[in-house]
């Protein structure tokens, strides 16, 4: 791809808000571009309906959560056109943000790089997987 060409994809199905999501997408085109993919990715930003419906069908967990990554692939193929979808709850991130005592974009930040991580096949079922990917987070999100 053109590195002019836009390879993340944001798409609002929360249609109550009207967030600013260009720097969510370069934030996303960052994280592309440092872990050396040429791939695309779908950021989408929806309610906690919506992702309850999503957690119960993909993960079994009948309860929302705040952002769920699809790969489009089951292997990791960094040279892909696409990698897949980072799905978010705008709603719990408004929530998390609250808990947390930062800001709702800083939060949307945090959500959306991790996402784009799980994409890239970071993971975080064992200490030093969580260790590595809180690394990743950290740096991108400086």
Do not use: W
């Not at 419906?53 to 892909?80: A, C, I, M, Q, W």
């Amino acid at each position: 791809m053109s590195k002019n060409l836009p390879r993340a994809f944001v798409y609002n199905l929360n249609k109550k808000s009207r967030l600013n999501y260009t720097s969510l997408r370069k934030l996303a085109e960052k994280i592309l571009e440092k872990e050396k993919t040429r791939a695309a990715v779908n950021l989408i930003f929806a309610n906690d309906s919506y992702m309850k419906k999503l957690n119960s069908k993909f993960r079994g967990k009948n309860k929302t959560t705040d952002v769920l990554s699809f790969p489009l692939e089951s292997e990791l193929k960094r040279d892909s056109v696409f990698l897949g979808e980072v799905y978010v709850s705008l709603e719990q991130a408004r929530r998390q943000a609250k808990e947390y005592g930062v800001s709702l974009h800083k939060e949307l930040q945090c959500l959306v790089a991790h996402g784009v991580l799980h994409l890239l096949g970071y993971d975080h079922q064992t200490k030093k997987e969580t260790l590595e990917m809180r690394t990743k987070e950290e740096l991108y999100l400086r």
